[in-house]
């Protein structure tokens, strides 16, 4: 198996770390999806990243959707058994996995438009919500012990995100939040050098 990705996407940190943490050997091959290469269109019609390509079965995309094979895959090792703590870590990887969108539509914004069309009161709206997210998060960080689940990686990747696009726009005020890639950093040792590089 291989993946598709590109360091900066947060949706392929997500992946990547997830399959390192469940020993699931993939190939990773960077890839520029502004050049559009075929091994990308061929194998995901929207030439997105993440994909997760397998010999002789359909390739898998998005991030969403290759946790839960990943998940399978490993015999059920990366989302809680209980269908409760499993919602709330499907939940949280929804709230992430949101906020990536909202940064990416300000990355977009910003970078696909000259400076004088840019359109502020978007980015506004983008950013209000990824406030809002963040300071929930705030007050509920899930708990990280030894067993972590696809919402702790989605919310790794968010942070590793927000720090290579926006470092010194979110973290103060939110100490615990702050403060959490340290505490998952001890329980994933190679989260320094798969999060988005700076």
């Not at 996995?97 to 300000?106: E, R």
């Not at 300071?135 to 968010?158: I, Q, R, S, V, W």
């Not at 926006?166 to 005020?173: N, P, T």
Request: aromatic share 8%; hydrophobic share 40%; charged share 30%.
């Amino acid at each position: 198996m291989k993946i598709l990705y590109s360091p900066a996407s947060p949706y392929s940190a997500k992946v990547r770390m997830a399959a390192r943490h469940l020993d699931i050997p993939i190939e990773e091959v960077k890839t520029d999806t502004a050049a559009v290469p075929a091994e990308l269109t061929d194998n995901n019609p929207l030439g997105k990243i993440p994909v997760l390509i397998r010999d002789g079965e359909a390739p898998i995309y998005d991030s969403v959707a290759i946790m839960h094979f990943l998940d399978r895959k490993s015999g059920g090792k990366l989302y809680p058994k209980k269908d409760e703590k499993r919602t709330e870590a499907e939940v949280l990887e929804a709230l992430c996995d949101g906020v990536m969108d909202c940064l990416l539509a300000i990355v977009y914004e910003r970078r696909s438009r000259d400076e004088e069309k840019v359109h502020q009161p978007w980015i506004d709206k983008q950013w209000s919500k990824v406030v809002r997210a963040l300071d929930y998060l705030e007050t509920n960080l899930p708990k990280t012990g030894k067993k972590l689940h696809g919402g702790h990686f989605a919310l790794a990747a968010m942070i590793g995100y927000l720090d290579l696009r926006f470092d010194g726009l979110w973290a103060e005020g939110r100490p615990e939040l702050a403060s959490w890639p340290d505490t998952f950093g001890k329980r994933f040792a190679a989260y320094a050098e798969m999060k988005a590089p700076a």
